[in-house]
């Protein structure tokens, strides 16, 4: 028999009998709650611009921002020098992705390349990108190859710490039973070791398209004709304030679009890691 104290001990803590749990605020959805934070900064950011006279060539309004944008892309500007920054990211973040899980795959299966290689791919890391980006301007030409080749030098790393502390983590009884059973090197990586490194290789992704966008924008200050990190540096040069923050709205609006991509995929293909499924929250 049902007393009435264990009907009243099953009633959730803060609802009455017969009435659903309040949400709390922290409960909200993770996009609902940025979003609202994003537009109480706009409107502070707004409401200081005109209260204290602050100078659109020192700090624009939001509604300046959104304007010179809406100009921007209506007249293709934006859009056609935004196409051509996109590619770049897009191809040097292809070559990093490449380029890291060769170097991840090559480091964990061999002692010899590790005690050889790895210590010479730290070396060349600790050299400031933005060093070498006139040096590849030289190399590779004012074109898009130097653009591409800075973006991938600077999402490489991320991704290659990542996918080596994936790789590197595998439980060793599940390696010895995989070894117990006849399995060779290569069935142990592709059955247990990479899929046990996903998730850190998700979240190295994640980083990685984010260090393409600041790789592409670097090589375009250093020497580019067109392109966004072009359009923030001519406009810095009219004092078009305004501009140079649309642009900037524009290329944080492509590394959020990425990292969400990445976070989707990721929670697809790597279902059963919590960590990968926090990402976008």
Known sequence: MTTT????????????AGRPPRKRLVDQ?????ATGLAVLLLTAWEAA????????????????????????????TLLSHAWITLQEILLGFSLAVVAALSVAFLVTQSRLVDKAVFPLVVATQTIPKVAIAP?????????????VVT??????????????????STDPDQVAM????????????????????LPSIVAGLDVAAIFAVTGAIVAEFVGSTEGLGY???????TLDVSRTFAVLAMLSAIGITLHFIIVT?????????????????
């Open 29 to 33: 959805p993770g996009w609902l709650l």
């Open 49 to 76: 611009v005109v209260v204290f006279d602050v100078s659109p060539l020192i700090v624009p309004a939001p509604s300046a921002v959104a304007l010179s944008l809406w100009s921007g892309l209506a007249d293709g």
């Open 265 to 281: 995929i990721g929670k697809r293909v790597v279902f059963w890691a919590n960590d990968v499924s926090r990402l976008d929250h």
């Open 231 to 237: 359009v923030i540096q001519a406009t810095n040069f």
């Open 135 to 147: 040096v590849l301007l030289i190399w590779f030409g004012t074109g898009m190859t130097s653009k």
């Open 5 to 16: 104290s264990d009907r009243t001990t099953s009633v959730p803590a803060g609802a009455s």
């Open 178 to 197: 995989f070894r117990s059973f006849g399995a060779t090197r290569g069935q142990i990586f592709r059955r247990l070791q990479f899929p046990s490194a």
């Open 151 to 168: 973006t991938a030098l600077l999402a490489f790393f991320p991704l290659l710490v990542n996918a080596i502390h994936g790789l590197r």
